[in-house]
């Protein structure tokens, strides 16, 4: 390039926080968006979009905190507890503060530890657990606001889909490397540095950090304590964007384009990526109002199933004993998660047997190994049969299933649902997802303070800091 060229670049200049380094030009793709998170911190959400970054804050304080009891939770602050980080914030369930990187990595592994957190189904991203302790881990340690905090919150869950519906545009693709922790871990680190107030500039560097880090491997689907799981899902992708924006507020340069140039983030991962949904009506609207909260505790292929075994039950009045045959019909690529899985709160078959004898679904109840066990719970899972149906659509819609049940009386039962209870399309409502956190926080916290936590956390936008938030969930 010439150095006409150069100056005719204007990419290539240095004035202003939109300034790159030399030789490093930057993409109008980027510039949109480090432009759109360096002033995510002090960008007024609508009430809309408020009243939903609380739901999805306070189911995801819950997931933390009943994980925090866990094996995946307690393996994690056991780890950080020795390393003595300089005590900045909290790891959530314990007494224990310490450094916002391990702060993150505990919480973000007690998030995912029951597979109870949240879900984006179009992205096939779990936003919360990785997002939420990040944040939450840089606002105590800066002390942040409450609105600081929640605006943030809606940024990363943002970028989280993004980067995911860039990657893979229809949600029938599933590149080898490129799930939904590549997603995870750009939200993340896009909300540390909105609360860091990193200018665009530096914001830049906080991504380029976080495409070095991109990790993560399929393999997790076979981890049966769940342990690493947790790691890949919550846990690293958080850690990971916590220094990654931490490194650049110290000082630390990069380039300005991960993801344009010469070999960039989406021509490594993903060579037809739809780059430009990264951008796409950016700030117009709000991937988090199309985010999934679980009714039941369980993963998200499972959802669809229990809700509408579920129905059937109340409808029709039978039970256990009643049942000669299930069919359940998802779509395959949600089958191949659930089906007939070793661990109890994933395998689908096991969950519908549970529900059927005992008429409803607990957090307990669905991670009872010893009934997997039970004669009664085995005899049931035989007679359940899980089909991957093409003929429903593998859409960006919500949790999606079709049930045919016989009974021995020989009346067949036919439901379907496109859209389960906690889907985008039928929202958990703030006070059905406070019944579910008391449900997950009270056996930790007790009832007072997860009262007083479920509380602040639904007016966190008047809470002046956000480290007055700790004494509440420490155990």
Known sequence: MSSDRRKRNPSNTRSGSNASLPGNPVSPLMLTLSTHIAAAARRALSPEVTARAKTHMLDTFAAMVAGSKLLPGKRASTYVRPLNGVPVAGVIGTRLVTSSQYAALANGMCGHAAETDDTHPPSRTHPGTSVIPAALAIAEQHDR????????????????????????????????????????????????????????????????????????????????EHIEKAYAVGGMPAHNAVLAATMVRSGFTGVDDVFSGEDNFFATYAPNADVEAMVRDLGKTHEIMRGGIKRWCVGGPAQAPLDVIHTLMQQHGFRARDVASV??????????????????????????AVMLVDGTLTFASARDARRMKDARVIRLRELIKAVGDPSIPNTVRGWRCGMDITLKDGRRLTHSTMAAKGSHENPMMLDEVEVKARGLMEPVLGKRRSALLIEALADIERLSSVRSLRELYCA
């Open 145 to 224: 606001s409450g609105r600081e905090l929640l605006r943030c919150i809606a940024l990363g869950y943002d970028i989280c889909a993004r980067t995911m519906l860039a990657l893979a545009p229809t949600p029938a693709q599933r590149p080898a490397c490129a799930n939904g922790a590549f997603g995870h871990l750009f939200g993340a680190v896009s909300s540390a540095a909105a609360l860091l107030h990193l200018d665009a500039r530096k914001t830049r560097f906080a991504l380029a950090y976080a495409g070095q880090q991109a990790s993560g491997l399929y393999t997790r689907l076979r981890d049966s």
């Open 327 to 352: 069919v359940v019909r998802i779509p395959a690529t949600e089958l191949q998660i659930v089906n007939n899985r070793d661990m109890p709160n994933i395998s689908l078959q096991h969950l519908l």
